[in-house]
């Protein structure tokens, strides 16, 4: 039998890994809606002559994700990374909240739903290829948070993540 010092969990991680974790699904999230979004572009641009609109679409995109960027997905992005500074025994499925999952899930099965739905309409191909195109944006524009000098672990009273 092999002596291990101190207690070791199967699942145990550190923060550190955890930090990377979130960040290889934040960095997969973009890269899966722009391809998204690129292809939803493409499509659009089969079914209708003109380059307007289908410029429009990623201009409007890039606009959008940068205000989502700024008010949503960087204090977003600190909220978590804190969360996880401040974790006791952290565990390897904790480099995001449960909830966060079942959003993700719901959120990639509307996805799912909405882009069968608009195959064959040029104005909701242009309107889901901006939508994705914009979370895209906002998830890659910011990334640079996951890269910034550690942050200090964060509360709220009844913070049941601290355990």
Do not use: E
């Amino acid at each position: 039998m092999i002596d291990l010092p101190g207690p070791v969990t199967l699942f145990s991680a550190s923060p550190h890994s955890l930090k990377m974790l979130a960040a290889l699904l934040w960095y997969s999230g973009g890269l899966v809606l722009l391809t998204k979004g690129l292809g939803l572009l493409t499509a659009a641009i089969g079914l209708q002559a003109g380059w307007v609109w289908p410029a429009v679409a990623p201009a409007s995109a890039l606009l959008f994700g940068s205000l989502k960027v700024h008010y949503i997905f960087k204090p977003s992005c600190r909220r978590n990374l804190q969360r996880i500074a401040g974790l006791r025994d952290p565990k390897l499925w904790q480099f995001y909240r449960p909830g966060f999952f079942l959003f993700l899930c719901a959120m990639i099965v509307l996805g799912r739903y909405l882009s069968n739905s608009v195959q064959d309409s040029y104005a909701g191909l242009l309107a889901l290829a901006t939508l994705d195109l914009s979370l895209a944006t906002a998830l890659f524009g910011s990334s640079y948070v996951f890269w910034q000098t550690p942050t200090q672990p964060y509360s709220q009273p009844g913070d049941q993540s601290r355990r």
